[in-house]
Nanobody, 123 residues
Framework: QVRLVESGGGLVQPGGSLELSCAVF????????VAWYRQTPGSQRKLLTQ?????????????NYADSVKSRFTISRDNAKNMVYLQMNSLKSEDTAVYYC???????????WGQGIQVTVSS
């Protein structure tokens, strides 16, 4: 069965950096794109929306970022290791959220989701 295991979150001061990792198990990883979403504190939505999309990367390496994170965040993948990363630099308090890894493709557009990992940016 498909499993997504996220790691690397935590507390960081404004201006600092964190790297999130998502390990994927149970699928042909190369056949899937991966997205990172985030949900800010206090959100009542059960399903994440397009406005909460942070970054995405296809199996062939095509990348898109939300305007709010362009030039600060970098998404990457290592297909040999079934890993996806989100390097977050110059972090701001407004980046505080629970971050979710999402594995999807055209045949499974909703895809599989990690449990989420907390990122807190605070002085």
């Amino acid at each position: 069965q498909v499993r997504l295991v996220e790691s690397g979150g935590g507390l960081v001061q404004p201006g600092g950096s964190l790297e999130l990792s998502c390990a994927v198990f149970g699928v042909d990883f190369n056949a899937y794109a991966v997205a990172w979403y985030r949900q800010t504190p206090g959100s009542q939505r059960k399903l994440l929306t397009q406005s909460e999309l942070v970054a995405q990367i296809t199996g062939s390496g095509k990348i898109n970022y939300a305007d709010s994170v362009k030039s600060r965040f970098t998404i990457s993948r290592d297909n040999a290791k079934n890993m996806v990363y989100l390097q977050m630099n110059s972090l701001k308090s407004e980046d505080t959220a629970v971050y979710y890894c999402n594995l999807y493709n055209d045949y499974d557009p909703f895809g599989s989701w990690g449990q989420g990992i907390q990122v807190t940016v605070s002085s």
